[in-house]
């Protein structure tokens, strides 16, 4: 897949394989791959230094990854980008008549290439033109803008984030997110870790899950959070739309890490982790954001170092606990912490 981008991250083939692997169930969008043609659109652009992806699904939510690692996440809570994802998918049904189904899922032959990918209900689509066409005129024109569009509002929210202005998009700190994520990981066991060696795996998935959530609340809610109380209850619409996605996300860093487990409904008795998430949010959240501010990550990237922290801790405890129950601690303290306002530095 990679051949002719032999730079293309890891990371970056993992998420864009995810997209193209999965079905519209196991991305949550049975019901609305029911009842419209696409319920998901994947666009590869290429240039002469490198690749991207930028994704946008039938629910609203959006993401970009770039060739070289990183990227934006988690459009759905953001009105822009949430409009720009759906109106994807709805020119993407109007457009079927240039695309046809296929098993394989190559990047851009060659720079200045562009690739479409669509999900219907039963099969993968694909198709591809130049760069230089989409621009003159080309069946697949209105596809390629209504994608710029989704481009344009996930930039606002790196821009917004990023306190950026100007017309290009901050460039993904891939290098950032993954020193913190080694960092939070590092954190974690610092705190946890007892004398021997031993690690209780169910509070250390707790903890760097609880991270994410916490993040995800600063992300999206960064300025009004830091006027409550630590311990406080925050009640958002756009948290409870914006969690289940970022738990999705998870799972599929988890599964590009060879990791499969469907999360438990509840978190068995015997395995509740002993940090409660208003303990996340009292005692570490504030040192795990002077952990990402010392790479200067905006709150998004912030939100996907603590993410790729918790997948690697499900694969590197998963001997000694089964990933269906680290993904029900997961769930259960992504939400909850994404719901809990934390103590944080002036």
């Keep these: 897949m990679s051949d002719s981008w032999p730079n293309a991250a890891p990371a970056y083939l993992d998420l864009r394989g995810q997209f193209l692997r999965k079905t519209p169930e196991e991305m949550g969008l049975a019901a609305l791959a029911a009842s419209q043609p696409v319920c998901a659109a994947g666009v590869d652009l290429s240039f002469p230094d490198g690749v991207a992806t930028v994704v946008g699904l039938a629910d609203g939510n959006a993401s970009m990854y770039f060739g070289g690692g990183g990227g934006v996440i988690g459009g759905f809570a953001h009105e822009k980008t949430n409009s720009a994802a759906r109106r ?9 008549a240039a695309f046809s189904a296929t098993d394989d899922a190559p990047l851009p032959a060659k720079p200045g290439w562009i690739n479409f990918y669509l999900r219907t209900n039963d099969a993968l689509l694909r198709a591809a033109a130049s760069e230089a066409e989409l621009k003159a005129g080309h069946p697949l024109s209105d596809l390629f803008l209504a994608a710029h569009d989704v481009i344009t509002g996930l930039r ?49 998935i707790g903890l760097a899950a609880g991270l994410a959530g ?11 959070v830091r006027t409550l109380a630590p311990g406080s209850v925050v009640v958002s ?14 799972v599929d860093l988890e599964e590009g890490l060879g990791i499969k487990g469907e999360a438990l409904k509840a978190i068995p008795k015997e395995n509740l982790p002993t940090l409660s998430p208003e303990d996340i949010a009292a005692k570490f959240v504030s040192r795990a954001a002077a952990v990402c501010g010392k790479y200067k990550l905006t709150p998004n990237e912030a939100t996907q170092a ?22 029900a601690i997961a769930v259960h303290y992504i939400t909850n912490c994404a719901m809990t306002a934390p103590a944080l530095a002036p």
């Excluded at 990023?162 to 066991?189: C, K, Q, T, W």
């Design 88 to 96: 994807l998918c709805e020119v993407a049904g109007r457009s079927l």
């Design 156 to 204: 606002e929210i790196s821009q917004a984030q990023d306190g950026a202005g100007g017309a290009e998009a901050r460039p993904a700190n891939a290098e950032g997110i993954g020193r913190a994520s080694v960092d939070l990981h590092n954190m974690v066991l610092d705190a946890l870790q007892a004398p021997n060696g031993q690690l209780h795996a169910e509070t250390a």
């Design 214 to 224: 916490a993040f995800l609340l600063l992300e999206l809610h960064g300025e009004e």
């Design 237 to 250: 619409e756009e948290i409870n739309q914006a969690s289940p996605h970022l738990v999705r996300y998870l």
């Design 306 to 327: 603590a993410v790729d922290n918790a997948a690697n801790l499900v694969k590197e405890v998963s001997r000694a606990l089964p990933p269906s129950i680290a993904n």
